[in-house]
Each structure stands twice: as C-alpha cells, then as structure tokens.
C-alpha cells in the first residue's frame, strides 16, 4: 500500500511545478512548424496552389520544392501548374499542451512535441507509436509491436491518412475517369453531380451492379496517367526522387443518398492478396463481411435517415473496418493469405442489387508507408523501450527525421514538452 504521509508533500510538489510551468513559460505554448515531416497532419512552409486542371488543392514543400518551377497534381496528375511566390505560405502554428502529460502518460498515435535528442533547444512534432517496454520493428510499410501488427482505429486512420483521389475535382481534360461502370453497356450507373446514380433497374438476385475505382499514376513522367496500383507517393515532396511502393492500405470514404428499394449495397475492397466485400442490406439493417464466397462476420445497422448517410470501408493493418456516419459497425482482424503481394490497380468498387441511391464525396485514402533509415521495406529497435521511453515517427516517412534515425530510438518521458492541440 502507499504510504500516506507522502501523498500530500507530493502533490504539493506536482502543483508547485505546473505552477511555475504555467508562470514561467505558459502553460500552452504557441509553435510554428517549420518541416513537413508531419504532413498531411501538419505542414511547415509550403505552396498552396489549386490545379487548373481539376482545382484540387496542391499543397507542396516550399524548402525543397520543384526545380522546374511546375508541380504535379497528385489528384489528376496535371504537369503545368507553375508556382508563383503568391502560393507561398508559412508553416501552420500549433498549441502545446505543456500540463497535457502531468497526470497521465501519452498515447499511441498521439502528436506530441519533444526536445530533439541532438539539439535540446529545438521542438520537434511527431506522433507516438511504441510506447514503453515494446519492441517495435518496421516491416513492409507496417509496425509491429512485439511481433504483433500495430493496428488503427477508423479515428486513427482517419488522422493520418493521405488522400490519394477526390472525384469532387475533376480534370477539364479529356481523361479516363478513375470511378467507372463495370459494365457499361448495361449498368444502372450514370454519372451524375458530384457522383452516381444508380436507377435500381431490375437485376439479378445475386448479381451486383458495380462502379470500379481505377488508379492512376498522378506524379511526373511519361507514365503520369497510365492505370497502376496505389503507391506510398506524396504529392507533398516534389523536389524528393525515390523508388515507391505498392500500397494496400486503402480507406474508401462516400455519401449514400436518396437509397430506396429492399436490396442490397456492396463495397469491395482488395488488399494485394485477397478481396473483401462489405454487403449491406440498409432496409432490413443488416450487413455482413464476406470473402472467397464465405460470410466472416455478420453485424447489425443503423436506419438510414432522409438526409442520408456517410459510408467508410477500410483495409488497414490486416484489419477490415465498416463505419456509417463516423461509428463503426464492423470490423474484422485478419491475417494475410500466405501468398505474393500482387496489388492492384482497381482495389475498390461500389455495387447495387435491388436498390437506387446517389453516391457522392467519393474519396480515396491510402495509409502512411513506413520507411526505414536507408529507405528499405524493414527496420528492427535494437532492444525493447526502456520504461521511460517512447518511439516516435513522423506521418510523412520519406523525410521525417525521427526515432528510426536516432540512437537511442527512444525518447525520455522527461524530453518530451507536451501534446500538440489544434493548427491554426
């Protein structure tokens, strides 16, 4: 049991040291950042530019930019938007939460500021991923914690994701669409505003009308337009040349309205290896996870309201996640099929059975890659965190400078300034 006699003196302590953190230097520290090892999360000095071709918006690292003076679209892929020092903007400032981490310890996949171990004068951010007396490693894009993947929540994903397409920005130019029919010549699908109607002509029973995701390259080259699985690119770091991965992590975000009839929905998902199909029937407020033709697990639904309802299908960290309106409904952890990573460059659609709905806000994400130091597929901490240390990496894991580099990889509690709040 705790001795009594020391509670009080120690509290007396604790309040005299936020205190004097609070009078001293402030409790919440204003910082402005000035990298863009934490993108898409936060940004430092950057372009911010809208595509003439589609007017997505392109946001670009202005320390190591384009030396041709044009950025590419990573949402369409156009080549000739030319910066001007009009598109030029500072890095985001953000709050410290100095007092965030005197009751309590920091969390996984939490931002945080921390002294850099070479500079103690210098604040870095990045976000918290191995956690006291862990062993992380870093295989194929992924983290593992002691030989187990590290898995997301949707809320997770969210806060990290990259959006690799958004079909609210479509190109002028005469291109391939990304969202198409599978069968043109006799869908129910038509392009509509902002997305596709589905006319919920008669079909078979068992069949799905379907609209298929294609990808396509979207950076510079000759093969900036051609179709090909999803890739570990940043759109972020222009002036960076290297090699990239396939990615199979993919969140599928979109808006159901107008859903009417006593049929079905689908959404298919493909992870490099095997497919997974989300069917929901939204009448009967049911749906159900299958794969290779076998139902894995089954939840229950919501009822749609007349406003509509906001979609999200995930396959991330060998976990499959379905959530209506921001709650999950379903989720299923998986373990990969022993066989080769062939993704895909069409790892998403959309089908109908029975039902007419309008299908709007269709967007793309795929998962932060991780690296390791010399860019390769695996990276191993060479012990377990000791009980005050914490790995931390940055979201863009091309450039961020972060306990991968670093020896020893773990931070001290005691380095660590706070927990970042909003960007403004």
């Given at each position: 049991?705790?001795?009594?006699?020391?509670?009080?003196?120690?509290?007396?302590?604790?309040?005299?040291?936020?205190?004097?953190?609070?009078?001293?230097?402030?409790?919440?520290?204003?910082?402005?950042?000035?990298?863009?090892?934490?993108?898409?999360?936060?940004?430092?000095?950057?372009?911010?530019?809208?595509?003439?071709?589609?007017?997505?918006?392109?946001?670009?690292?202005?320390?190591?930019?384009?030396?041709?003076?044009?950025?590419?679209?990573?949402?369409?892929?156009?080549?000739?938007?030319?910066?001007?020092?009009?598109?030029?903007?500072?890095?985001?400032?953000?709050?410290?939460?100095?007092?965030?981490?005197?009751?309590?310890?920091?969390?996984?996949?939490?931002?945080?500021?921390?002294?850099?171990?070479?500079?103690?004068?210098?604040?870095?951010?990045?976000?918290?991923?191995?956690?006291?007396?862990?062993?992380?490693?870093?295989?194929?894009?992924?983290?593992?914690?002691?030989?187990?993947?590290?898995?997301?929540?949707?809320?997770?994903?969210?806060?990290?994701?990259?959006?690799?397409?958004?079909?609210?920005?479509?190109?002028?130019?005469?291109?391939?669409?990304?969202?198409?029919?599978?069968?043109?010549?006799?869908?129910?699908?038509?392009?509509?505003a902002g997305g596709f109607?589905?006319?919920?002509?008669?079909?078979?029973?068992?069949?799905?009308?379907?609209?298929?995701?294609?990808?396509?390259?979207?950076?510079?080259?000759p093969a900036a337009h051609?179709?090909?699985?999803?890739?570990?690119?940043?759109?972020?770091?222009?002036?960076?040349?290297?090699?990239?991965?396939?990615?199979?992590?993919?969140?599928?975000?979109?808006?159901?309205?107008?859903?009417?009839?006593?049929?079905?929905?689908?959404?298919?998902?493909?992870?490099?290896?095997?497919?997974?199909?989300?069917?929901?029937?939204?009448?009967?407020?049911?749906?159900?996870?299958?794969?290779?033709?076998?139902?894995?697990?089954?939840?229950?639904?919501?009822?749609?309201?007349?406003?509509?309802?906001?979609?999200?299908?995930?396959?991330?960290?060998?976990?499959?996640?379905f959530a209506l309106d921001?709650?999950?409904?379903?989720?299923?952890?998986?373990?990969?099929?022993?066989?080769?990573?062939?993704?895909?460059?069409?790892?998403?659609?959309?089908?109908?059975?029975?039902?007419?709905?309008?299908?709007?806000?269709?967007?793309?994400?795929?998962?932060?890659?991780?690296?390791?130091?010399?860019?390769?597929?695996?990276?191993?901490?060479?012990?377990?965190?000791?009980?005050?240390?914490?790995?931390?990496?940055?979201?863009?894991?091309?450039?961020?400078?972060?306990?991968?580099?670093?020896?020893?990889?773990?931070?001290?509690?005691?380095?660590?300034?706070?927990?970042?709040?909003?960007?403004?």
């Amino acid at each position: 049991m705790y001795n009594r006699r020391w509670l009080l003196p120690a509290g007396v302590l604790l309040l005299l040291g936020v205190a004097r953190l609070c009078c001293l230097q402030g409790l919440v520290l204003p910082v402005r950042i000035s990298s863009g090892s934490m993108y898409s999360a936060l940004v430092g000095p950057h372009y911010s530019k809208s595509c003439a071709d589609c007017g997505f918006s392109i946001v670009c690292d202005a320390t190591q930019s384009s030396q041709s003076g044009f950025v590419v679209c990573p949402n369409c892929g156009f080549a000739k938007n030319e910066l001007d020092l009009q598109d030029l903007r500072p890095g985001q400032r953000v709050l410290i939460d100095r007092a965030a981490f005197a009751l309590r310890s920091p969390n996984r996949w939490e931002l945080v500021a921390l002294k850099n171990p070479s500079n103690q004068q210098r604040l870095e951010v990045k976000r918290v991923v191995g956690l006291p007396q862990e062993q992380i490693e870093i295989r194929d894009g992924e983290v593992y914690r002691d030989g187990q993947i590290l898995r997301k929540s949707i809320d997770q994903l969210r806060s990290v994701a990259v959006c690799v397409h958004d079909h609210s920005h479509q190109p002028a130019s005469d291109r391939q669409p990304r969202w198409a029919a599978e069968n043109p010549g006799t869908s129910g699908w038509s392009a509509s505003a902002g997305g596709f109607h589905q006319a919920g002509r008669a079909q078979h029973a068992r069949r799905f009308d379907w609209i298929t995701y294609r990808h396509q390259a979207c950076f510079s080259g000759p093969a900036a337009h051609d179709e090909r699985p999803v890739l570990d690119n940043y759109g972020y770091n222009q002036g960076v040349s290297r090699s990239l991965n396939g990615v199979s992590d993919l969140l599928l975000q979109c808006r159901l309205e107008e859903l009417q009839g006593a049929g079905r929905m689908a959404f298919m998902v493909h992870d490099g290896r095997q497919a997974w199909r989300v069917v929901w029937t939204p009448a009967a407020g049911k749906v159900a996870l299958e794969s290779s033709e076998r139902t894995i697990v089954k939840a229950e639904t919501p009822r749609v309201q007349d406003g509509g309802i906001r979609v999200e299908y995930s396959i991330c960290d060998d976990q499959v996640v379905f959530a209506l309106d921001g709650t999950t409904i379903l989720t299923h952890p998986y373990r990969p099929q022993d066989s080769p990573f062939q993704p895909t460059s069409r790892p998403l659609a959309i089908g109908t059975s029975g039902v007419s709905a309008r299908v709007t806000d269709l967007r793309v994400f795929r998962d932060i890659y991780y690296l390791d130091p010399s860019f390769g597929n695996n990276w191993t901490g060479h012990s377990p965190l000791a009980l005050d240390e914490y790995l931390v990496l940055g979201d863009n894991a091309p450039i961020s400078l972060d306990s991968r580099f670093w020896r020893p990889p773990g931070i001290k509690r005691k380095s660590l300034v706070g927990k970042v709040l909003t960007a403004f």
